[in-house]
């Protein structure tokens, strides 16, 4: 079968095992349980638009999960289904980012592409952050500066509560001269940012506002 679950979705029933394993470990009342377990059903049924019945058996495992251990092994069982992010190499960011001189490239060996949405490294000397993500189907390249935050806050991308720093796109203003300011708070750790996104129309909607 192909995979058919994004890295977003993957969280989200990720999460929602979370949720199950807290209901069967705080609650005993069976009826609650068994709400519980069809509420999930239908929160992971409904991320996807048409689900083959060989992808609900691949998922209806869920309402078996109690404990850690059975969800550990759903989630590995899952991970084979992740649809990948498009495979990149410093061939290919280096394309998406001609006009910069020193880039720097991210360590590819600590990416596992089905566990990103969007591909995002810090070069911290230059207080800059590279973002690659899908944009009307082809994959663009954003870079902004980034500045590291003292305190913690919510990221745009991910919503969750993170350390994070401000990302400015580098845009040029449609008048000579004038310069766009787009900003926002987002996860200094892209990959914990990739881990923690649940929902992509964040990073969409982000990705809509740092165009250019
Ligand atoms: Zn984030």
Not at 41 to 63: A, G, H, R, Y
């Amino acid at each position: 079968m192909e995979p058919f679950i994004r890295n977003d979705q993957y969280n989200f029933i990720s999460y929602q095992t979370q949720v199950l394993i807290n209901g069967y470990a705080t609650v005993n009342d069976l009826s609650v349980l068994q709400a519980l377990k069809g509420l999930v059903q239908d929160k992971v049924t409904n991320l996807f638009d048409k689900l083959s019945p060989s992808q609900q058996t691949v998922l209806k495992p869920i309402e078996d999960i109690r404990d850690t251990e059975h969800a550990e092994d759903y989630l590995i069982g899952l991970k084979s289904y992740v649809i990948p992010f498009p495979t990149v190499n410093d061939h290919a960011v280096r394309k998406l980012f001609p006009k910069v001189k020193k880039l720097k490239t991210p360590d590819w060996e600590d990416i596992d592409f089905r566990d990103i949405s969007y591909l995002g490294w810090n070069d911290y000397g230059q207080e800059r952050k590279y973002m690659i993500a899908e944009y009307n189907g082809e994959l663009k390249g954003f870079r902004g500066t980034f500045k590291n935050s003292s305190k913690k806050g919510i990221c745009t991308i991910c919503n969750t509560f993170s350390s994070i720093g401000f990302y400015m796109s580098e845009s040029k203003g449609s008048a000579q001269g004038t310069f766009v300011k787009k900003g926002n708070y987002i996860c200094q750790d892209s990959d914990e940012c990739n881990d923690k996104l649940k929902n992509k129309e964040k990073l969409d909607d982000f990705i809509l506002r740092i165009n250019h």
